[in-house]
């Protein structure tokens, strides 16, 4: 059954990756009334960004480098290269790429991961109405902590 | 045979796409609201449908009841479904790669900022949820809930200083997976409301990195959301909220073990004879 994903884990990334880039131009045809052809090229440059992101991981794997670090971040390190101001042909990608609706793109994520947490819902029964509540205020005292040193930190350097 | 054994294989990978098809373009169609409460301004957009379609329409909620959705998705595309998440990151990963890339220049400017207020996001959980676990009944469990935002470099550094299984963590495990159930719906909601109400007076990156702490699905629906508020520099927003959340994923482990945990655990014998004085006669666990 996950076999597949186990014996290949960098074609089967490959190929969940392609398959999500599909998904996603559902979303951004309907919610952002974007073409599949205004989006198709931008679509095909993220994916090459995510193959050569799988790509370096696959290669470091095999030499046995680095290998702590995701794929996730050799991928956003791709794009983020290419895209550098000054980079030959950064504002190409940049132009095309805005095509693709950055909440497009979120969607099947999330998707997968309401079915795959379904799971979780016996655990979360057990976890107790407290901390569930708490839960809540921990995430909003990270929220404001962070929101203020940042901003006293913006006035005071004059940004 | 053989050509019957692979559709076979494949049935279930067909019955989740079909699946996560539908839920899609529901999500897409209903697209995104805007609700004015007060001051606030609450966003919705698609992938906050999509989880929550995701959630009722698996056999443990909706499926129970209803039986042609059971065949649909059963507990088989329930387990298949995890690894395709993994898989439908990358695509999100190179369209953050190409967001953040045309900022770098404006992130070195703002570089102390986007540094030290990751250490501050911690400061706050503990400020905010330590009182508030302690008024709620919770003990030593407030401890291992507050010390951070609870992802997984948190899980590691409690269970190797407390183990998973003690009330503190306990604490961490509990609000971990809660977080993994409905985190991204509560940074939404905080993204979209105090984006909207503390926009009037701090300056919109600010508000932008501290969507960062979370987990990448936390940061990714509280900057969407933001985004939706901020729409004039809307990639700025999401550049600044990814890069806050790499330093913090970077800075997490080390920071959590050696301030946040000490100090979450100092304070919570500075707090105790202060916030539950009433019960210490009672006889409470």
Redesign the interface.
């Known amino acids: 059954m996950m076999g597949s994903g186990q014996k290949k884990p960098y074609i089967f990334l490959a190929m969940a990756a392609l398959i999500a880039a599909f998904l996603s131009f559902i979303g951004n045809s309907i919610a952002w009334h974007i073409s599949v052809i205004d989006a198709f090229p931008g679509m095909m440059i993220l994916y090459a960004i995510c193959l050569a992101g799988i790509g370096i991981k696959w290669i470091l794997d095999k030499i046995g480098v680095l290998k702590k670090l995701p794929t996730f971040a050799w991928i956003m390190l791709v794009g983020l290269l290419i895209t550098l101001p000054g980079f030959p042909g950064s504002e190409i990608v940049v132009a095309y790429t805005k095509k693709v609706a950055f909440l497009a793109v979120c969607t099947p994520i999330l998707a997968y991961a309401g079915i795959a947490v379904s799971k979780e819902l016996s655990r979360l029964k057990k976890v107790g109405w407290r901390i569930a509540i708490v839960s809540l205020f921990v995430w909003l005292g990270a929220f404001l902590g962070a929101a203020v040193l940042a901003q006293i930190l913006i006035v005071l350097l004059g940004l | 045979m053989a050509e019957k054994s692979i559709l076979e ?1 494949l049935r ?1 990978y067909i019955k ?2 079909i ?3 539908i ?3 529901i ?3 209903i ?2 609201l805007k609700f004015k409460v007060w001051i606030a301004m609450i966003t919705l ?4 449908y ?6 009722i ?5 909706l499926g129970k009841v209803i039986e042609p959705l059971k065949k649909l ?1 059963s507990e ?27 900022h ?2 404006m992130m070195i ?2 570089g ?3 540094i ?14 330590l009182p ?2 302690l008024l ?3 003990r030593r ?2 401890v291992g ?2 010390f951070d ?2 992802r997984e470099p948190a899980l590691a550094v409690i269970s190797e200083r407390y183990r998973l299984d003690s009330p503190e963590g306990l ?1 961490t495990l ?2 971990y ?5 409905y ?2 719906i ?2 939404a909601f ?1 993204g979209s409301t ?1 984006g909207s109400v ?1 926009g009037r007076v ?2 919109p ?3 932008a ?6 987990s ?3 940061m ?1 629906a ?1 900057s ?1 959301a933001m ?1 939706l508020v901020f729409t004039e520099i ?1 990639d700025a927003i ?1 550049a600044f909220a ?1 890069a ?1 959340n790499l330093i913090s994923g970077v800075i997490a482990v080390y920071y959590d073990s050696l301030v946040t945990l000490p100090l979450a655990d100092k304070l919570y014998y500075v707090l105790k004879p202060v916030l539950v004085r009433s019960e210490e006669g009672k006889g409470v666990k």
């Open positions: 294989k279930p989740l796409h699946a996560i098809i839920i899609i373009v999500s897409e169609i697209g995104v957009f698609p992938m906050l999509a989880v929550v379609l995701g959630l329409i698996s056999p443990k909620i998705v088989e595309e329930v387990k298949i479904a995890s690894p395709f998440i993994i898989g439908s990151l990358s695509p999100l990963a190179a369209k953050y790669g190409v967001l953040v890339g045309p770098v220049p400017k703002y102390i900022p986007l030290a207020q990751n250490f501050a996001a911690t400061i706050g959980t503990i400020l905010i949820g508030v676990g709620l009944g919770l469990e407030a809930a507050s935002i609870c604490g509990g609000v997976i809660c977080g993994t159930v985190g991204t509560w940074w905080v105090l503390l701090f300056h990156l600010a508000l990195m501290a969507c960062g702490p979370g990448a699905s936390m990714t509280c969407a985004s809307k999401l990814v806050s």
